[in-house]
């Protein structure tokens, strides 16, 4: 069973309203899709990231990976890496070679016609997933219907962003806290600063969530300051956690040894894939720690199955959002839970037709 073609395309998507967080602002939203065939299957694997990615893929990554065994996922995912010493790994680079690897995953699921959960180990039946949205553009009203709607599907944990403005309003900040809280009840409630506060300023705030129970402050201050994220730690009872910009196992190493988080966010679409997703488990749980699987929640359902120390995964709407009108079979969170297809591959069927309007590369 020889790996044929790599093919990769780029779609961009508008959002559904304007949206930002503490430090950034969007209004369309970019997927890039990788799709591998092989025997008369085809497996796909995606990457929210910039156009670029495709060219990556196309013009780095697919010749290393075409001819090869597609079972051989690991090979190709070695293969990979030396290919992208002088591209890089951080950023694009990393992106698009994520995208190959969940796509290979996906594709030896299919041949060998298995659910991908299974392939993998599962040790969870379902995984617990948290309602992810509450942008800092939206108003009171827009905040409360997102929000009342995650409580109505049955999920028991909800996050808005907060750190608006690179933390220039936090009174803002606290008094969307507070309308949350309302809005909610007695759900867990999250907030994430995107990176928006510096160090002394994010330890005052953490003061003032206590105040409304808040259990996840997520990016306090920016992923990249280990030392600012433990001291913000070290002040708080809140749940410190960061990791969605990771993009190699050194750096979740460092971030676990620096005692800068008490639960690990990882991307499956950024930190090298699969392969490497489950590696970055392990080492998290050598420090004993949690995992957090970030956005894209059709590709991170099989594998986060498969992680022991398994936290929950977020349910972001941007992403549920495109995932649904681009693909057939993301499964609906019952219970404050979602369980992964019982279908070959990670269940999921492009719909090309849906996606044409929106290709850009």
């Known amino acids: ?67 090869r065994a597609a079972t051989d996922v690991g090979g190709c995912w070695t293969a990979m890496r030396a290919a992208l010493r002088n591209i890089g790994r951080p950023g694009v680079g990393g992106m698009a070679m994520s995208a190959v690897d969940c796509a290979l995953w996906d594709l030896k699921a299919r041949l060998l016609d298995v659910p991908l959960h299974r392939l993998l180990g599962a040790v969870h039946g379902s995984v ?15 905040l409360a219907d997102q929000l009342s709607g995650w409580v109505e599907q049955g999920i028991p944990r909800i996050k808005i962003k907060i750190g608006e403005s690179s933390g220039a309003a936090e009174d803002r900040d606290l008094r969307r806290v507070a309308q949350a809280r309302k809005v909610v009840g007695d759900a867990e409630l999250f907030v994430d600063a995107n990176g928006g506060y510096r160090v002394g300023q994010a330890r005052r705030i953490a003061a003032c969530l206590s105040l409304y129970d808040v259990t996840w402050f ?13 001291a913000v730690r070290e002040q708080t009872t809140i749940d410190v956690t960061a990791g969605e910009y990771g993009y190699d196992l050194v750096y979740f190493e460092r971030l676990c040894a620096a005692g800068a988080v008490d639960c690990v966010q990882v991307d499956v679409t950024r930190c090298g894939g699969i392969t490497e997703l489950l590696r970055i488990a392990a080492v998290a749980e050598a420090h004993g720690l949690q995992v957090s699987g970030h956005c894209a929640p059709g590709l991170h359902l099989a594998p986060l199955a498969a992680v022991p120390n398994l936290r929950h995964l977020e349910w972001f709407h941007d992403h549920v959002r495109i995932e649904s009108m681009l693909f057939e079979g993301l499964p609906k969170p019952a219970g404050g839970t979602a369980t992964p297809s019982s279908a070959p591959g990670h269940g999921l069927t492009w719909l090309s037709a849906a996606a044409a309007a929106y290709r850009v590369a």
Do not use: H, K, N
């Open 1 to 67: 069973m020889t790996i044929e073609s790599v093919r990769a395309s780029a779609y961009t998507i508008p959002t559904d309203a304007p949206e930002a967080d503490g430090t950034f602002a969007w209004d369309s939203t970019t997927l890039t899709l990788v799709e591998i065939s092989a025997e008369g299957r085809t497996g796909t694997g995606w990457t929210y990231g910039s156009p670029a990615c495709a060219t990556v893929v196309t013009r780095d990554l697919a010749a290393v990976v075409e001819g």
């Open 128 to 142: 617990p997933v948290y309602g992810s949205g509450g942008f800092t553009t939206y108003d009171d009203r827009q």
């Open 218 to 230: 997520e990016e306090p201050v920016s992923s990249d300051d280990l030392a600012g994220l433990r």
